[in-house]
């Protein structure tokens, strides 16, 4: 690539070492007067470390231009099913930046951390209250971990019951996260798939017929990765418990939820939540996290440890339940991310968090209802968090297949949906557009998909070539993940 001509440079078009010119500096450091501290022996240095050599205005462009082309939930409509990319109160980080939070030490007295340990005891009454299950440990590090903990308590239990040995299945949905049948078989149970009926809920027949005394627990997400709500989940659950099993929930989708239905009054034993989708924490990039753990009263004594709970004299500290399967992590959680949990659930209380479940609703539905027509929809009943259409009319008819849709979209503005999950979906776009986005942001990204969906049949060449406008255009994404360049080289 040339260089930009003077006066036109586009300070992120090139890589900082190319922009590099030699002398230039973006900030003068004095002379250190102090004494000496002697090098590493000599193998262990470099004969140079080679940086970039920018003036400030030079690397401050340079950074300005480079968060320009990063896509955020900052930048706009950020659709992606699944991981609920939604706004992040700014507040929630002032508070969890305050100095009695940031700089607590985990290995405090609990009488020197008593804010930060009354803040966790009231998070986990209000979780425990939200989801009707009143045992409650924050510690598990994300949606998986929790998910991971809960299966484990139910290990505990089963041995308990003198019953592990001969309960060595659980069945999990097809339409599932992929962490539920991973999790089932990293704790050593067989999976047994649970086909998805007609009407996008568990397919009844299929669960009577599978459940019998050698099952451990039926994982179930509610609402599930279709958007849907499971019918008759509470009659299912009476099933599962006459034989002897557990009902887990994955509660990754509580947001839709929240403030209206609570899963203990369902028949839930064990449930997680994923903070960072229901009580706003970030987590781009791949966390942090949080995916505390709620359970049953015959399920508590197994939680992982630490729990927090308060003493008769008001003190709070950190405990250990009677048959705990153990620690998750080091010390008690990621208490920034419970910070931040905690001023979302405060901030907007009982009918607020009731009325961001309403709003996330309600969108789904609007997005269902404005692409309705345009694209195929497997399962077409009203919908609650996410609505999920398929591409395969467009695959079928234009050649434009879901991958191609996606990259277009770019080029249009938006972030592109999840692509190709639910697996059960064909050409799946999974499009979560969650409670903050206006209804004006949600008409425009449904303006983009229709014009999309135009442009696949007048001209398919031009989504098979998509993104347009993007600054690195279609990849190749198989050698990408194999074949990563990970630093600069001069010669590339």
């Known amino acids: 690539m040339s260089a930009p001509r003077p006066g036109t440079a586009d300070f992120g078009a090139l890589l900082s070492f190319d922009r590099s010119a030699p002398g230039r500096r973006a900030v003068g450091i004095p002379a250190w007067e102090g004494p000496t501290t002697p090098l590493p022996e000599s193998h262990l240095l470099r004969e140079s470390v080679k940086l970039p050599e920018l003036s400030q205005s030079e690397l401050v462009r340079y950074y300005t231009e480079m968060s320009v082309r990063n896509f955020g939930i900052d930048s706009g409509t950020y659709p992606l099913g699944s991981c609920t990319m939604k706004y992040n109160p700014k507040v929630n980080d002032v ?77 999990v949905p097809d339409s599932a996260h992929g962490t539920n049948p991973a999790t089932a078989a990293m704790v050593g149970y067989q999976v047994t798939q649970i086909p ?59 947001n839709a939820i929240m403030g209206r239905i609570r ?84 901030a907007l209380g009982l009918e607020g968090l009731r009325a961001a479940s309403g709003q996330a609703v309600l969108n789904a539905n609007y997005m269902r209802a404005l692409l309705h027509g345009h694209f195929d929809l497997p399962y077409d009943r009203p919908v609650l968090h996410e609505v999920v259409f398929s591409g395969s009319r467009q695959r079928r008819d234009h050649g434009v297949a879901t991958y191609d849709i996606a990259k277009r979209l770019i080029d249009h503005g938006f972030h592109p949906p999840t692509v190709y999950f ?44 998509a993104p347009w406008t993007a600054p690195i255009g279609r990849l190749d994404e198989t050698t990408a993940a194999r074949r990563p360049v990970l630093r600069w080289q001069e010669d590339v």
């Open 95 to 171: 508070m969890a930046s305050l100095p009695g939070f940031a700089q607590a030490h985990p290995l405090s007295a609990p009488e020197d951390a008593q804010g930060t340990l009354r803040l966790m005891l009231e998070l986990r009454q209000g979780l425990g209250e939200l989801t009707g299950l009143k045992g409650v440990s924050l510690a598990p590090a994300a949606g998986a971990h929790g998910e991971l903990a809960g299966v484990l308590m139910i290990s505990r239990a089963l041995q308990d019951r003198g019953e592990f040995e001969q309960r060595r299945r659980i069945l």
């Open 422 to 465: 639910p697996l059960i979906v064909e050409e799946a776009l999974m499009i979560e557009p969650t409670e903050s986005e206006p209804p004006e942001e949600i008409e425009a990204l449904a303006e983009a998909m229709i014009a999309v969906a135009e442009e696949a049949k007048q001209d398919p060449d031009m989504l098979h070539q």
């Open 263 to 346: 899963y203990g009054d369902l028949g839930f034993d064990v449930v997680h939540l994923n903070l960072h989708k229901s009580f706003s924490t970030p987590h781009g990039g791949g966390g942090p996290g949080a995916g505390p753990v709620c359970c049953n009263s015959e399920l508590a004594p197994y939680l992982p440890t630490p729990i927090v709970e308060a003493d008769p004299d008001g003190l709070v500290r950190l405990a250990e339940p009677e048959r705990t399967i153990g620690p998750m992590q080091q010390f008690h959680g990621n208490a920034g991310v419970l910070v931040r949990a905690y001023t979302y659930l405060r």
């Open 196 to 254: 998805t009926a007609e009407n996008g809920s568990l397919d009844r027949k299929t669960i009577e017929r599978e459940l019998d005394d050698t099952v451990a627990g039926v994982m179930v997400t509610a609402p599930n990765t279709l958007g849907l709500w499971e019918q008759d989940i509470e009659e299912v659950a009476d099933l599962i418990h006459e034989a002897g099993a557990y009902l887990y929930g994955d509660g990754a989708n509580f």
